[in-house]
DNA sequence: ATGAAAGCGCTAACAT
DNA sequence: ATGTTAGCGCTTTCAT
């Protein structure tokens, strides 16, 4: 008899129309809590809960979508999980979201304009309830879609990451001065042969973080050591650190622009026989679980990732419920904190 | 004159319809790629696509969805980024998938019996294609809701973990054999005091993990020198790790039912002023790129999960296209490879 | 206090 | 070779 249950899949609004006897408007109304506004009597109420609960009836999200044109969807853009930073960063907004009762489409451009134009688009033809991007490396590419879409109402915010002739709001960390901190932070402590391994080079954080670097350096009258790297890698880290110690000399210092960087920096520096911090002194950026257990504890610039995530799932959330407009939204850059580890001597 | 193509949200199948002077049912035919089947001319079809183009249709997804019960959409339930392994398959499934045309919808259970229940319905109201799980815990007690499901029709595949007393089928490594050799590993290195840290004690790897543990320390006329844990962490292993030497007295070696739990094993040894291998071996579990970076690089079993997740989306695929049945389908069990670090003597 | 009717955007069976 | 019609499941305006 309440064999019906197992069919959930079939179970309409006009189905419980039909078994409570009235019509689907009124169901309708009942199921979404509006019996009172209009004004349906409290037996006629119970009765539908009841039907619908015993069928348990749920409205099909699709066909409610199709009507009111609301997904509970957010769709996320990352250049990839394959970088912790980022998955610690979907890891919160998906905390965040679930909250609020959204649900994320994950989707990675490999930092690749043309993958990531692909994933917006598909995104946007989904009828997603908004859109969060950290863009990748030549996202400027993009500008022009990105923009559209945000012009046309998709309510749409940056992370980590800006695009540049955009509109859209953004939420990021203070790069440059982290980095200039960071690199007075070393400096501070003696350090003179000051070298720097990039990520990607055009990527926002690289450029606003290599900027900081540079006046840090210059504002204290030295010259960088080494500049050079173009991937938020192990690999990239790696090789740039055996460049550095082989073909430039030994710097006193690696100012590396991410743990991951950093991590193939510990690689080349051990393969050559030299000592963290003894020989050399290394800073980070993004902080990991796995930065407490390395052979030597990374002091990297943390990024307040939690901060982060609040803010943008608020800010998303808020201009869908149309409490604020993000067209008149201000971006938020946010600072930093150095965690004190072994690295630096 | 182009300026429509900025109002893209507002152009349907029936505007098209009008521009082009065709029925909208023609229109679909054209776009959907079927002129040639319903004999359409050559003509016709050309100012329809040509119509289509101007104003860059694309079918709304949603109606489409609304009408043929396809979403392209795939639910992922896993127990949470903030372990690797996790996110690492994920990572791969999306890759996969990505390739076949489908967008993830990422939740994550937080190894929560009632969150894990909570996503599956969420997931199966939304007319998902398909269900991809990596059980919690206590996912048993969501049987019933998978199972029904499955019964139903919707393409359901666990992987890593699997659901007792459920016929879905999945896709896991064979963690009994595969610590069975990792424990027999060590013995023939000439440990004898062996002890294990597990994950959580009712995930079935840690079940199966443990048989092997515990049969080859028996095949091998031992008894095991310590079996603790309940967690996939950091904490457990350092805290695990802590009473073994504290309270248990030193081991010779450490078998860790993961690498983050190995982690924490490095932090506590260390602490206590002792070195690994020399004083105590440890050999973890998953595989990972900061493996090769810590203090003592970490000796692990790898899991197949590139093989994993090609396998999942396979099937997955395969079944959604029509060419398999998940009911008909035989679960399979992969096997691993230890991964020679230096983390044994 | 409730129902009837229209329509969201699309597809497919059934015409012709 | 193409149009007509109905309907996926729901909400909402209008009517009573």
Redesign the pocket.
């Known amino acids: 008899m309440q064999k019906d249950k197992s069919m959930s899949?079939?179970?309409?609004?006009?189905?419980?129309s039909e078994k409570s006897?009235?019509?689907?408007?009124?169901?309708?109304?009942v199921?979404?809590g509006?019996?009172r506004e209009?004004?349906?009597?409290k037996?006629?109420?119970e009765k539908i809960l009841r039907v619908a609960k015993k069928y348990d009836?749920?409205?099909?999200p699709?066909?409610?979508n199709?009507?009111?044109k609301k997904s509970h969807t957010i769709g996320l853009v990352i250049p990839t999980l394959e970088n912790p930073f980022f998955v610690n960063i979907t890891s919160l907004l998906n905390k965040e979201l679930s909250k609020m009762g959204y649900n994320i489409i994950l989707t990675e451009s490999y930092d690749d304009v043309e993958t990531e134009g692909e994933m917006i688009k598909q995104l946007l033809e989904r009828n997603i309830d908004g859109l969060l991007i950290i863009p990748c490396e030549e996202a400027d590419q993009n500008a022009g879609t990105i923009e559209e879409a945000f012009q046309d109402g998709v309510p749409i915010l940056c992370i980590d990451r800006y695009i540049n002739n955009s509109s859209v709001p953004y939420i990021i960390t203070d790069n440059e001065k982290a980095a200039y901190d960071g690199t007075e932070f070393l400096i501070e402590r003696g350090h003179k042969q000051l070298a720097c391994i990039q990520g990607l080079k055009n990527a926002t954080p690289t450029i606003d973080r290599k900027k900081g670097f540079e006046n840090a350096v210059a504002d204290y009258n030295m010259e960088p050591f080494y500049i050079g790297g173009n991937a938020f890698s192990v690999e990239c880290g790696y090789k740039e650190a055996l460049k550095i110690i082989d073909e430039v000399g030994n710097p006193d210092a690696i100012f590396a622009m991410s743990s991951t960087i950093a991590l193939g920096v510990m690689e080349a520096v051990e393969e050559r026989g030299l000592n963290i911090p003894e020989d050399i002194s290394l800073i980070g950026f993004d902080n990991n679980v796995f930065l407490d257990y390395l052979s030597t504890p990374l002091t990297t610039i943390a990024q307040p990732i939690h901060q982060i995530s609040e803010l943008a799932v608020g800010a998303l959330i808020d201009h869908i419920e149309g409490t604020i407009d993000l067209k008149d939204w201000e971006s938020k850059m946010l600072s930093t904190e150095i965690i004190l580890r072994k690295s630096v001597a």
């Open positions: 899949k079939d179970i309409s609004i006009k189905f419980i006897g009235f019509d689907p408007s009124t169901v309708s109304r199921i979404n509006n019996a209009y004004r349906i009597s037996e006629t109420e009836y749920k409205a099909n699709v066909a409610v199709l009507r009111v």
